[in-house]
C-alpha cells in the first residue's frame, strides 16, 4: 500500500496477536507493544505455533512462514510505534484506558498516523477527542479469531476525515478482509444485533423454559448457527459479553441490553468463559 507500510498494534492479547498475524500475512511490517517483554514474546510465540500448523497442514510454506515472523516485531516502549502509518489499540475495554492510551498515542506517532481502535462497542469519538487529530483517528473492528473472520466494521465518528476512512478501508481489503463502513454508534453493526439474542438466551434459561444444552442445539439446529448463545458468550468471554451489553444499555435504554443477573454474577466470580476455564460451560 502507498500510504500504509508500518502497522502499530498495542495490546498483546489473543487479538493483538492476531492483528499482527493478519497485518504481516499481507506484507506489512509490523510492531507490537505489550506492557511488558514477556508478554509481547508471547504474541511472536502465538504467532509462530499457529503458522507451523498451518506449514504442518501444507496451507502455507515453510518460507511463507518465516517471512510473516520477519516482519513482526515486539516491544514494550510504546515510543517504538513513533513511525507507524497506522497504530491499531487493542487493550482492555475500558473507555477510560483507552482514551489515555490515545491522548499518549498523540504525543508519539507522527502527526500523519491514523490512530484507530478494535473496540467493539465503546463510542470512538471519545478517543478521537483525547487527540489533537480527531480527523486521524477511526474505528477498525476486526472479530476474534482475526485471520480467520472475514468482517471487518470501519467506524467513522463524526470528526473523522473521509480520506482517513478510504485508507482504513483499502488497509482491510489489502489485509483480505471485508470492509463494512459503519456509523459510530454503540455495538456498530453485529454486535448491537448479535448481544440483545445472547442477553435473551440467559433470560429464556433463568426463565426455566429450557437448558442451557436445549437452548445452544436449538440454535445451531434450528437456525443453522455455527454455535448456540452460550458457547458463543463463553468464547466471546462473559467479562467482555457483559461491558457491551451495559455500554449498549447506556446509549440506548433498551431492556433487551440490560444484562441478565446470571451474566452480572459469573463475572464477579471470575467464571469468564473459554479464558478463565469456566462460563456457563466447563473447560478442562
Not at 483507552?98 to 470512538?124: D, M, Y
Not at 423454559?209 to 455455527?226: E, K, L, V, Y
Request: charged content about 20%.
Amino acid at each position: 500500500m502507498a500510504d500504509i507500510f508500518e502497522v502499530g498494534i498495542v495490546g498483546s492479547g489473543i487479538m493483538g496477536a492476531g492483528l499482527a498475524e493478519v497485518a504481516a500475512r499481507a506484507g506489512h511490517d509490523v510492531i507490537v507493544r505489550s506492557r511488558t517483554m514477556e508478554g509481547a514474546e508471547a504474541v511472536l510465540s502465538r504467532i509462530s505455533k499457529g503458522l507451523d500448523r498451518q506449514v504442518a497442514k501444507e496451507r502455507m510454506t515453510a518460507d511463507e512462514r518465516d517471512a510473516i515472523i520477519g516482519r513482526i516485531r515486539v516491544t514494550d516502549h510504546l515510543g517504538q510505534l513513533a513511525n507507524c502509518d497506522l497504530v491499531i489499540e487493542s487493550v482492555v475495554e475500558d473507555l477510560e484506558i483507552k482514551k489515555a492510551l490515545f491522548a499518549e498515542l498523540e504525543q508519539i506517532v507522527k502527526p500523519s498516523g491514523i490512530l484507530a481502535t478494535n473496540t467493539s462497542t465503546l463510542p470512538v469519538i471519545e478517543l478521537a477527542m483525547a487527540t489533537q487529530r480527531p480527523d486521524l483517528v477511526c474505528g477498525i473492528h476486526f472479530f476474534n479469531p482475526a485471520p480467520m473472520m472475514k468482517l471487518v466494521e470501519i467506524i467513522k465518528p463524526i470528526t473523522a476525515s473521509d480520506d482517513t476512512i478510504a485508507k482504513a478501508i483499502t488497509f482491510v481489503e489489502h489485509c483480505g478482509k471485508d470492509a463494512v463502513a459503519v456509523e459510530d454508534r454503540a455495538g456498530f453493526v453485529v454486535n448491537a444485533l448479535l448481544f440483545p439474542y445472547l442477553n435473551n438466551a440467559v433470560r429464556m434459561w433463568e426463565n426455566g423454559t429450557a437448558s442451557m444444552q436445549a437452548i445452544d442445539t436449538a440454535m445451531t439446529g434450528g437456525c443453522n448457527f455455527p454455535m448456540g448463545p452460550f458457547a458463543l458468550l463463553d468464547l466471546v468471554g462473559l467479562d467482555t459479553s457483559l461491558a457491551i451489553l451495559d455500554a449498549l444499555y447506556t446509549e440506548f435504554r433498551d431492556p433487551n441490553y440490560a444484562a441478565m443477573p446470571t451474566l452480572r454474577r459469573k463475572v464477579a466470580a471470575g467464571q469468564l468463559g473459554r479464558k478463565s476455564g469456566q462460563g456457563f460451560y466447563s473447560y478442562g
